[in-house]
């Protein structure tokens, strides 16, 4: 059966939600404070079409998260597919890259971790993540066992841990970052 498009008052509906969303969350300072009733006023929608297009708010979460990410993702395969850089190199450039959208959507992710989304590997970008980041580890030589060491370094860049270590132990994203790109090193070893 073939799927119709979407409607454009409907399609309309998502992005004023996806986007009065994203924007409550980034403005937060405490991500639980935001909820539907807020999304939907500033979105200009009822309530119901939220629960109807989403859900629930995990749903709506994960929405956001995916529609945010998708630039994301158009650039890690560009990167991917561009010549020149090492295995190690692409490696630290994903991990780098997962991070700076850690910082700079941590709001967000910690919203979805408050959602009921507190599992990050039965998210669907937490798959995307850790496929390309084993694929990339997969060339780098002499490294034993690429799957695990993928769980283990995306496992560094957990939301609710950038947020502790920014918010809490007032390290700069900066230094967190310099951070991660030690840490990649050690893990990788010599090379």
């Known amino acids: 059966m073939t799927q119709r498009p979407e409607r454009a008052d409907a399609l309309r509906n998502r992005e004023a939600v996806l986007a009065a969303a994203d924007a409550l969350f980034a403005a937060s300072s405490s991500p639980k404070s935001v909820s539907m009733d807020d999304i939907a006023a500033a979105a200009g929608v009822g309530k119901g079409t939220l629960f109807r297009r989403f859900g629930d708010r995990a749903g709506l979460i994960g929405a956001v998260i995916a529609s945010r990410l998708e630039p ?32 700079e959507n941590r709001n ?23 496929e390309m980041l084993r694929a990339e580890l ?54």
């Open 72 to 103: 994301l993702r158009q650039a890690v395969r560009e990167a991917r597919e561009a010549a020149g850089s090492s295995p190690r190199q692409r490696v630290t450039e994903l991990l780098d890259a997962s991070l700076r959208f850690k910082i």
């Open 108 to 130: 967000l992710m910690t919203a979805a971790e408050d959602a009921g989304l507190s599992s990050p590997y039965q998210a669907e970008h937490y798959d995307w993540w850790h």
């Open 138 to 191: 997969d060339r780098v030589p002499g490294l034993h066992d690429p799957d695990f060491t993928a769980h283990a370094l995306l496992a560094a860049l957990r939301a609710d841990l950038v947020v502790h270590l920014i918010e809490n132990q007032r390290m700069t994203p900066e230094a967190l970052r310099s951070s991660l790109a030690s840490h990649v090193d050690r893990v990788l070893g010599p090379g």
